[in-house]
């Protein structure tokens, strides 16, 4: 904007030499994303293809300058609004920028699609949202930047308003990302932090799995006696883990844990007719519990129903049907 009010003059140095900077924002925008999601450095087959364009182009116009300094004085260099080198690679920079961008858009979705569990899914998404809304904004200024381009090409302009609207909103997209790169310098910490619980909790999830499939399949539950120690001493896990594990993986104490897996047994039991002459207290102690008062509780608490009101209800249903 300096040049359009005539800051520098027509033969200066500024004037006539062109840096195409903005073949540098998106890829140096995608190299940020890549480390801080990664953590990796980048090949440089594919570093030359980021930073190669910005490099061709520069030298490009570099070459166009000296020629007209050394070889050919009479030779115009066009301005940057007006049809010419300039405006056609500047239009040609419209198609490398959205094309990094929808890069950027599938490394987040690939960093996101690491996560399996819901709830570290979703405070991954909470920390690298702002990576969405600046990809999502620098798409829009590749839009309005192409579209600017096309209109000085078309309509060859011989003023520079046009391109206003892509100067202003560029500018706005560097200082955005300088600000948000600043005020989430500390977010990788806390992803690094989220990795690691994840891959804690992916640990544990295994140890869980082959708890669970041992209490399931050999019907542990029902004991009368089983505890935490006694599933902890076959595991060789402590105490202390193995609650950490039921509380993570079913969101309840080992009591609840074990309890609920002696309703749903006790469930089958009270529609099964071979024992129609079981008295509900008979039915509970053959389902794990010490008493007729631990049963009810247990039932009520999982199902919101006493065991008699379950069964006539799924008597009554089954009637009905």
């Excluded at 140096?28 to 570093?47: Q, T």
């Excluded at 309509?155 to 500018?171: C, E, G, H, V, W």
């Excluded at 050999?218 to 594990?245: P, W």
Aim: glycine share 4%; with cysteine.
């Amino acid at each position: 904007m300096l040049i359009d009010i005539n800051f520098f003059s027509e033969t200066s140095i500024v004037r006539n030499t062109y840096i195409p900077w903005q073949w540098l924002v998106a890829p140096m925008f995608y190299l940020f994303a890549h480390y801080f999601l990664n953590k990796k450095k980048i090949k440089k087959k594919h570093l030359f293809y980021l930073i190669g364009p910005f490099i061709i182009i520069t030298a490009i116009h570099g070459g166009q300058f000296l020629y007209q300094q050394y070889l050919n004085p009479q030779y115009i260099i066009t301005k940057y609004y007006e049809r010419g080198l300039f405006l056609y690679t500047n239009l040609i920079s419209f198609v490398q920028t959205p094309a990094i961008i929808y890069l950027m858009y599938t490394i987040v979705l690939k960093f996101e699609n690491l996560f399996d569990n819901e709830n570290t899914l979703r405070k991954i998404k909470k920390e690298i949202n702002w990576l969405k809304y600046i990809i999502h904004f620098g798409a829009a200024i590749a839009a309005i930047g192409t579209f600017s381009a096309i209109i000085g090409i078309i309509l060859d302009m011989k003023q520079s308003f046009y391109a206003y609207p892509f100067f202003i909103s560029i500018s706005v997209w560097v200082y955005w990302i300088g600000y948000i790169g600043i005020r989430r310098s500390s977010s990788h910490l806390e992803i690094k932090k989220i990795n690691n619980l994840s891959s804690y909790q992916n640990k544990g999830m295994a140890t869980f799995e082959k708890i669970n499939q041992h209490i399931i399949l050999k019907k542990v539950y029902l004991n009368h006696n089983i505890n935490r120690d006694t599933i902890a001493e076959n595991f060789e896990i402590s105490n202390g883990y193995l609650s950490q594990l039921i509380n993570t993986h079913t969101e309840g104490n080992f009591n609840d844990y074990i309890n609920k897996l002696r309703v749903e047994h006790s469930k089958k039991i009270l529609l099964d007719s071979q024992y129609n002459s079981y008295t509900i207290e008979s039915i509970g102690l053959e389902c794990g519990f010490k008493s007729k008062s631990n049963f009810y509780s247990a039932f009520k608490k999982f199902t919101n129903q006493t065991p008699n009101q379950y069964k006539k209800n799924k008597i009554s249903s089954e009637s009905l049907t």
